[in-house]
């Protein structure tokens, strides 16, 4: 029952590499999300989907592309990271009519 | 706008003691609420939602609309409750938004 699931669990970049982080739910659920958490701030949102082939802008999406080309799947990339993007990611989904997020263990990423 | 406010992003309390955790939120339409709970090395996870109106590991949380509060509150804190908390909105629809989150350490 694996749930949510995220890869890589962790991965050191320097400024201006590229990388993808994968999420994975076997759920069925409409609703994926991306959420940077860093102390202080909470968990803010980065993109989120609402279904297969869609992407939405969150609250902090500058820097960050995402796509949903399968419905169990939700990418999240850096095309060129910046030590501001050093933080937890957390991938999470939901199915349709309630608000109950299930997330993933988190990413952590650190730009150096 | 909508937001979700946790004034307090340090709590410390001793074991035994009543524990409250403070949320205030600003919606305009009819809010959801949500607590979620992240322990150490752990994954977020759902504690509470005001709609169930039930009691978690001794937890409860009251919606107060004229307050537009939904505080988590316990009688007696366990070590075991030392964690991350987070106050969560509903916006209908699609997105939840999240507080900054209070860290509750339970003192021996």
């Known amino acids: 029952n694996a749930g949510v699931t995220q890869t890589p669990k962790f991965r050191v970049l320097k400024t201006g590499q590229s990388m993808t982080l994968l999420c994975a739910q076997d759920m069925n659920h409409e609703y994926m999300y991306w959420y940077r958490q860093d102390p202080g701030m909470g968990l803010r949102l980065i993109h989120y989907?609402?279904?297969?082939?869609?992407?939405a802008k969150g609250e902090v999406p500058d820097g960050y592309n995402v796509s949903r080309l399968k419905k169990q799947n939700f990418l999240l990339g850096l095309e060129s990271a910046a030590p501001s993007q050093t933080s937890v990611y957390f991938c999470a989904s939901r199915p349709s009519g309630t608000g109950e997020l299930f997330f993933g263990e988190g990413s952590r990423l650190t730009v150096l | 706008a909508q937001r979700v406010t946790q004034p307090e992003k340090l709590l410390s309390v001793f074991k035994g003691a009543p524990v409250e955790l403070k949320c205030n939120y600003s919606?305009?339409?009819?809010?959801?609420l949500f607590w979620y709970v992240q322990y150490s090395r752990q994954r977020l996870q759902l504690l509470l939602r005001?709609?169930s109106r039930e009691s978690i590991k001794g937890f409860t949380a009251d919606l107060n609309k004229g307050e537009t509060s939904f505080h988590l509150k316990k009688p007696f804190a366990q070590e075991e409750d030392s964690a991350m908390y987070y106050c969560a909105l509903f916006q209908g629809a699609q997105k939840l938004v999240f507080g900054q989150g209070t860290r509750l350490t339970i003192n021996p």
């Open positions: 919606y305009s339409g009819s809010p959801e």
């Open positions: 005001h709609i």
């Open positions: 989907s609402v279904g297969e082939g869609t992407t």
